[in-house]
C-alpha cells in the first residue's frame, strides 16, 4: 500500500501520487536537486523519481544491510539500516563511501530509523521511542536528545488516543519547523494503518 506523494502542506490534498508495487514497502524518501531518493524496507532496492514528474523513475540498489531512513546535506545521501549505523552515499553512484557508528556515552544506539539533515548535523528517530538523536555525521557522536514524550502524552490526553511512539520526521527547512508523525495499529493486529501528524514543532527545542 506504499505510495509517494505531494501534499499540500495547509490543506492536505495530494496533487500528486505514484503507487508502489504491492510487495514494496517504501521506507525513506529525500530530495537532492530535482531527484528524490526511496530505499525500501527489509530490501537493498531504491528508487530515483524526478521531483516534477513522479512517473519518471529509475532503481538502483544500494549496499545497506536494510532500507530505513534517507537524508542529504545537499552533496551526499545519508542512510541508515535499523542498526546503529549510519551511511553516507555517493549519490551519483550509489556507494557507501563513509560509516560511522552511532554512538552515546560509548554505547551504540540501535534501531537508527527516520533522518533528516538540519543545521549540519544528521536527526535520527529511534524506533519505538519517542526520542530523536542529534548525530555527528562525522563520527556518530549523540551530541544531545530530543525527548518528545510528554509531546505525545498531551495529544493523547488532548483526545487523539489512536497515536503510538513517534516514526517519522521531515524537516522543512523554509520554515525552521519539524514535522512527525506517529505509528499507528489497529485491532487486527501490529500493522501500519494510518499516520497522524504529531505536531508541528518550532525550533529551538527542549533537549538534554
Not at 554512538?103 to 530509523?113: G, L
Amino acid at each position: 500500500q506504499s505510495s509517494v506523494r505531494k501534499v499540500d502542506l495547509q490543506t492536505g490534498k495530494v496533487l500528486d501520487q505514484h503507487q508502489m508495487d504491492g510487495h514494496m514497502f517504501g521506507e525513506g524518501l529525500t530530495l537532492l536537486d530535482d531527484r528524490l531518493f526511496q530505499v525500501t524496507w527489509l530490501k537493498n532496492d531504491g528508487f530515483i523519481y524526478d521531483r516534477h514528474n513522479f512517473s519518471k523513475r529509475e532503481s538502483f540498489t544500494h549496499k545497506m544491510r536494510d532500507g530505513w531512513g534517507l537524508a542529504t546535506d545537499g552533496k551526499i545521501l545519508f542512510g541508515s539500516d535499523g542498526t546503529s549505523k549510519l551511511y553516507q552515499l555517493d549519490p551519483i553512484s550509489l556507494e557507501v563511501t563513509k560509516t560511522v557508528t552511532v554512538k552515546y556515552q560509548d554505547n551504540d544506539v540501535s534501531y537508527i530509523n527516520e533522518l533528516e539533515y538540519i543545521n549540519g548535523e544528521v536527526w535520527a528517530n529511534v524506533w519505538q521511542t519517542d526520542c530523536i538523536a542529534r548525530v555527528s555525521h562525522e563520527d556518530g557522536q549523540v551530541a544531545s536528545w530530543i525527548l518528545l514524550h510528554e509531546l505525545r502524552q498531551q495529544l493523547w490526553n488532548s483526545g487523539n488516543t489512536e497515536i503510538d511512539v513517534l516514526n517519522g520526521i521531515a524537516w522543512d527547512e523554509e520554515n525552521d519547523r519539524l514535522f512527525g508523525k506517529s505509528f499507528c495499529t489497529c485491532s487486527f493486529g501490529p500493522w501500519i494503518k494510518a499516520s497522524k501528524v504529531l505536531g508541528q514543532l518550532t525550533l529551538p527545542l527542549c533537549s538534554q
